[in-house]
C-alpha cells in the first residue's frame, strides 16, 4: 500500500516535471521533427496561380513565396522583395532579395516575377488574378534585383493584390520549359513537395536552401485529406495528426480546454437579395428583411454563437475600418420592418407575395438558412425553400437566377474595398454581375476610395459606402461566421493574421516547430 | 374463391393485426398531424437546444431547439404522401404495363417488357440520385422519381400472372363467347393477380420510405421547414456527442415503419399465396 | 450454351453503350457551368464572359455536342475515361483508386452476408415453427428494413461515442496499416452487410423448405437416410442455386447501395468521388464513375445469370 503511494507521487511528479516546460512562455524554438497536418480536402492542383478554393493555400503558400506578405499585426513586410517603395501615386519600384535560390537551384531574379506577371497576365493560363494584371499599366526589371510596376491609376489596395495568394512567384525557367504547374512544383518556400497521393499523405520536407536563416524549424511537414469534420476532429484527438484546420464549432470548448485552438473571422455569411424579382423590387422590402431577421439568434442558433455578427458595420471588429458608428443599425427592429412593409404597400407580411429562398446543400449554408426561414415565416412572411447544389449556386452569382439565395464569401484582403467586389456595378463585382445591381453615388465612393491613399479620408468614405449599403439593402447582412484551427499543444509558433486575414494562417508553417517535451 | 374467408383468415394472423395496427396508427397520425402535435415542429428555441426527453418536450429537442415529437408527426405526413404518391404511381403504370404485355403479346410485349428490363438494369439509387440532382428535389419530383424506379416491379409481376390466367380455360372460354378484353382484364385476370400485387404493393412502400429517407439523408429530400425523418437523421448525426435524441427517434420510427410494411407484406403473402402456404 | 452466351454478351453491349449515352446527355444537360467552377466559383471577382468561353473551349465544351459524344465513345473504346476538370488527373487513375477502396468494404460485406446468412437461413428452416426461426426470421425481417444511415449511426453511436473502442468514421490503407484499416472499416462492413444478410438468410429458409417438401426428399427419407445427411447431402445442394443468384444480384446493389455507407462513415470510395464530382460539375468523374459502377453491376448479374444458365440447362433455351 506503501509502496503505491511512492509510485504514484513518483509519476505525479514525473507528469509534473513533463508538463512545466510545456507552460513557459519563452521556450526557445527546437528545430526537427514532424507535423502532420488534417486538412479538410484533397488538394485539387498545385498550381500557384489558381484559386481552388482555401483548402489549397496550405500547399501554395508553403512552397511558394510572394513578393511582399503580412506579418502578425496584418501588416506588410517583404518577402522575396526586401524593401519597396512609391515614385508619385501609381508607381512602385521593388528591391529583390539576393541570393534567393529556388528548390531545384536556379537563383532568383526579376526575370522570375516579370515572367510570373506575363504568366498571369497570359489568358491561356486561366490565373486567379489574372483581370488585375492585366490592368497594370506596365512592369519592368531595372536590373537584376529591382522591378518597376507602373499602375494605371492609384490605388489603395495593390499591396494586397502582392501580397494574397494566387500571386506567388515562380522561376521564369520553368515557364519556359513548360512545366505542369499543377502536378509539379518549384517554389522559393521553406517546403517541397516531397511526394503525394490522391486523397492521401502529401509529404514536404524542409528546403536546407530556405531564404530566412534558420527557418523553417520542421524537417517534415505531411498533409492529410479528412473530409469529414469529426473525423479530423477524431484524428487530432486520437494523436493521428497534430493540427487540422476547419475545426466544426460544435467542437470549439472541448478543444479550447484540452488543445490549442485558433479562432478568426474570415467567412462571412449573407443571403442575396435580387431587386429585379418581387417583392425586393421595392428597397422598403429589402430593408425590412434585414430588421426582420435576428442575426444574434442566427449566430446562435447555426453556429453555436461563436462568430460575429455584422450589426451594421460591414467589416470585422478589430480592423482598421471598423465604422463604429454604424453599431446596431442593423439590429432587428420589427415594428421598422413592418412599416416599412405598410410604405412598400403590404398592410400585413402575408400579403407579400410567397419568396423563393435557393440554398445550397451544405451544413454551413443551409443550417443558416433554415434559421433565417423560421424568422421570416415567424413573421409572418411566406417563404419556399428550394434546394441547389454548390455548383448551381455558384452560377447563379453570375445569371442572378434567383430571388433570394442564401450565400457565403470569404474576404479578398482585409482593406474595405472588397465590397467594390461585391457592389460595383461594373469590374466583373460578385453581386452586381449577375442582377445588374447599380448605384452611381457608390460606384464614385469606391472608385475614390480605391484612389485615396490618406487612412482618414478613406475611412470617411467607407463609412459613406456602408450608410449607403445598408439603405440599398442589396442583402440580408448576416454574420461573419467561425473559423478554427486547433494544435496538440507540443505544436508552437503558430501565427493567426488579424482583420479577416486568417487564411493566411496555414501559408506560414516556417514559424512552427514542435516542443518535444510537451507530451 | 371466397373473399370473406380470405379476409378472416388474413384477420387472424397477428402479424397483420399489429402492422396494420401500427401502419393505421401512422396513417391517422398523418392526417392529424397538426392537431396532435404538441409543438410546433419549426419553432426554434436557442434555450431549449439539445434537450433529452422530458415533461416539455416528450422526446427532446435538435440543435435548433425544436420538439422531435411534433417534428415525427409531421414528418410523418410527408413520408406517406411521398411513398404512397409513389406506389400509386408504379402500381397503377406498372400493373397496366405487365398487363397488356401479357395479354397482347407479340411486339407490345417484346418492347414493353424489354423497356421494364432496362429501367431494372439502372443500379436503383444511382438513378434516384441523378433524378433528383437532375430535376431537383421536391416532393413532387420525390414521388415521380421514386415511382418510376418500381415500376418494373408490378410491370413484371402482372405480366407472368397475366401468361398464368390467360391459359386458364375460364378465360379462354370468356374470350370464346366473345367478351370485350377490357371484360376479360377486368371481371378475369384482374380478380387473379390482385393478391401478388397487393403484396408487392406493401413491400414497395416499405422500399419506398426507405429510399425517400436515404435520399433526404443525403440531403436530395424534400426541402425545409416541413421535417422529413432522413434529413432528422442527417442533420443530428453532426451532434451526436452532444444528444443522441435527435438521431435515435428517427431512426427508430423510420425502421418501425419499413419493418411493418415488410412483415405485412410477409403476412399477406403466406395467407393468399396458395404455393407458399404451408 | 455458346449461342446463349453470345445472345447475352451482346445484349450487354448494347446495355453498356445505352447507360453511356443517355448518362453522357443527361450529365451534359444538368444545370451548372463546370467552367465557372474551375474558375474558383467567383469568390471575389466574377470570371468575365471570356474568361468563361475560354475555359469552356479548353475543356472541349465549346463543340457541338455530337462532336464531344464521338470523342467520349472513342474514347471509352479504348478505355480512356479522359481528365477530371478539376484536378486534370486521369479519370482511370482516380476510379482505380477508388475502386480499390469500395472493394473493401463491399468484398467483405458480402462475404460475411453470404456465410452468416445460409448459416442462418439452414438453421431456420431446420426449426421451422420453433422459436429460433420465428426468432431469426424476425431479426432478418429487421436487418433489411433498417436503413444503412440507421444501422451506420447507432453503430457508431454504441461502439465510437459511447463505448470509445472503434473511430467513428475515417480511412486507413489496408495494405499499410491492416490492423487500422480494421479499425475503421468494421463498423462499415457490418451496417453494409446486414441487408444483403437478411436477404440471403430468408431466400435460404424458403429454399430449404421448398426443397423438403419435394418428392426426392421423402424417398430419401422413406430409406432411412437421417435427417442430418438430408439437409446437407440433398436439400442444401438444391436449396442453394437461387441462393447464389441472389447473392450476385446483392453484390450488384452493393456496388450502388454503398453511396450511404461511405458518406456516414467518410470512406473515401466511388461514391464519395461521385457525389464530389456531381457537386463539382465535373463531366468526366461524373461519367466515368457511374460508367464503371453500373458496368460492374451489369456484370455482376450477367456472371450471375451466366452461371445459373449453366447449371440450370432449362433456362437457356427460355
Known sequence: MKRNVLLTLTVLLLTAALLFPATQVFAEPQSGGTLRFGILRDPEGFDPHINYGTTSTAVQGNIYDTLIEYDENGEFRGALATDWEMEGDQTYIFHLREGVEFHDGTPFTSEDVIATLDRIKDPETNAARHGRIAGLFNYEAIDDYTVRIVLREPDATFLHDLASFTLYIVSARDIENGMNFNRETNGTGAFMLESWEPEGEYVFVRNPNYWQEGLPYLDRLIQIPFQDDQTRVNALISGEVDLIEYVPWQDFDYLDAEFSLFTHESLYNGIRLNHNREPFDQKEVRQAMNYIVDQQMALDLAFGGHGDIKSGPLQPAGSLFYQDELEGALLPDHEKAMELLAEAGYNSPAEVPPIEFTVAAIAVHSDTAEVVQEQLQAFGLRVNWRTVEVSTMIENRTSGAYVMQQDGLSMANPDPDYLRFLFHSRDGSNHSVGVNFENERLDELFEEGLKTIDYDERKAIYLEVEKLLIEESPWIFLFWRPQAEAAHPKVQGYTTVPGGLGMYNLSRFNQIWIDDSVQ | ?278 | ?318
Request: hydrophobic content about 50%; overall charge positive.
Open chain 2, 1 to 278: 374463391m371466397n373473399r370473406f374467408k380470405s379476409i378472416k383468415r388474413l384477420l387472424k394472423d397477428f402479424r397483420i393485426i399489429i402492422c396494420g395496427l401500427f401502419i393505421l396508427l401512422l396513417a391517422l397520425t398523418a392526417i392529424f398531424a397538426p392537431i396532435i402535435a404538441p409543438h410546433s415542429f419549426s419553432q426554434m428555441n436557442t434555450l431549449d437546444r439539445f434537450s433529452g426527453p422530458g415533461p416539455e418536450f416528450l422526446l427532446g429537442t435538435d440543435e435548433f431547439g425544436r420538439d422531435i415529437l411534433s417534428r415525427l408527426i409531421h414528418g410523418a405526413r410527408l413520408t406517406l404522401i411521398i411513398s404512397l404518391g409513389a406506389v400509386a404511381i408504379s402500381s397503377v403504370i406498372g400493373t397496366l404495363a405487365g398487363l397488356i404485355a401479357g395479354y397482347s403479346g407479340g411486339w407490345t410485349e417484346n418492347i414493353l417488357m424489354r423497356l421494364m428490363d432496362a429501367l431494372f438494369s439502372f443500379p436503383p439509387f444511382l438513378l434516384a440520385i441523378f433524378v433528383i440532382v437532375f430535376l431537383g428535389p421536391s416532393v413532387i419530383n420525390l414521388i415521380l422519381t421514386i415511382g418510376l424506379l418500381y415500376i418494373p416491379r408490378f410491370a413484371r409481376i402482372a405480366h407472368s400472372s397475366t401468361l398464368l390466367v390467360k391459359e386458364l380455360e375460364y378465360v379462354e372460354a370468356a374470350q370464346a363467347l366473345g367478351a370485350s378484353i377490357p371484360r376479360i382484364i377486368g371481371r378475369h385476370i384482374l380478380p387473379n393477380i390482385f393478391a401478388p400485387i397487393m403484396v408487392q404493393m406493401s413491400l414497395t412502400l416499405g422500399a419506398a420510405v426507405l429510399l425517400e429517407s436515404g435520399l433526404s439523408f443525403l440531403g436530395l429530400g424534400p426541402p425545409p421547414p416541413t421535417p422529413s425523418w432522413g434529413r432528422m437523421v442527417q442533420q443530428s448525426a453532426r451532434f451526436m456527442q452532444m444528444s443522441p435524441y435527435g438521431i435515435i427517434w428517427p431512426s427508430v420510427i423510420i425502421s418501425l415503419t419499413v419493418l411493418s410494411f415488410n412483415i405485412f407484406a410477409d403476412a399477406v403473402r403466406d395467407n393468399l399465396d396458395p404455393r407458399l402456404r404451408q
Open chain 3, 1 to 318: 450454351m455458346s449461342q446463349y452466351l453470345l445472345k447475352r454478351l451482346g445484349l450487354t453491349i448494347i446495355l453498356l453503350w445505352l447507360v453511356a449515352t443517355i448518362l453522357f446527355y443527361f450529365v451534359h444537360l444538368l444545370p451548372g457551368d463546370p467552367a465557372m467552377v474551375v474558375l474558383g466559383g467567383g469568390e471575389q471577382h466574377q470570371p468575365t464572359a471570356e474568361q468563361l468561353a475560354r475555359v469552356r473551349e479548353q475543356l472541349g465544351l465549346e463543340d457541338p455536342l455530337m462532336v464531344q459524344y464521338s470523342r467520349y465513345l472513342g474514347g471509352l473504346i479504348r478505355g480512356d475515361l479522359g481528365n477530371s476538370f478539376v484536378n486534370q488527373r486521369p479519370v482511370t487513375l482516380d476510379l482505380r483508386i477508388r475502386l480499390t477502396r469500395s472493394l473493401q468494404l463491399i468484398i467483405p460485406a458480402m462475404v460475411l452476408a453470404s456465410l452468416l446468412g445460409i448459416f442462418l437461413g439452414i438453421l431456420a428452416a431446420g426449426r421451422r415453427g420453433k422459436f429460433s426461426d420465428f426468432f431469426f426470421s424476425g431479426i432478418a425481417l429487421t436487418g433489411f428494413s433498417v436503413p444503412v444511415f440507421v444501422s451506420g449511426n447507432i453503430l457508431v453511436l454504441i461502439f465510437a461515442i459511447n463505448l470509445r473502442v472503434l473511430p467513428s468514421a475515417g480511412y486507413a490503407n489496408l495494405f499499410e496499416d491492416p490492423s487500422r484499416w480494421l479499425s475503421y472499416a468494421i463498423l462499415p462492413i457490418v451496417s453494409l452487410s446486414l441487408a444483403p444478410l437478411a436477404n440471403v438468410m430468408r431466400m435460404t429458409r424458403t429454399s430449404m423448405l421448398e426443397q423438403f417438401n419435394q418428392d426426392y426428399v421423402r424417398t430419401v427419407r422413406a430409406k432411412g437416410v437421417s435427417e442430418r445427411v438430408i439437409t446437407y447431402r440433398h436439400v442444401l445442394r438444391n436449396a442453394l442455386l437461387p441462393v447464389i443468384t441472389l447473392i450476385g444480384m446483392q453484390t450488384g446493389i452493393l456496388f450502388a447501395g454503398s453511396v450511404i455507407v461511405e458518406n456516414v462513415f467518410n470512406w473515401p470510395g466511388l461514391s464519395t468521388l461521385l457525389i464530389r464530382s456531381i457537386g463539382s460539375r465535373d463531366y468526366p468523374v461524373i461519367q466515368g464513375t457511374v460508367l464503371l459502377t453500373s458496368f460492374l453491376f451489369i456484370l455482376v448479374n450477367l456472371v450471375t445469370d451466366l452461371s445459373y444458365a449453366f447449371i440450370n440447362p432449362k433456362v437457356r433455351y427460355k
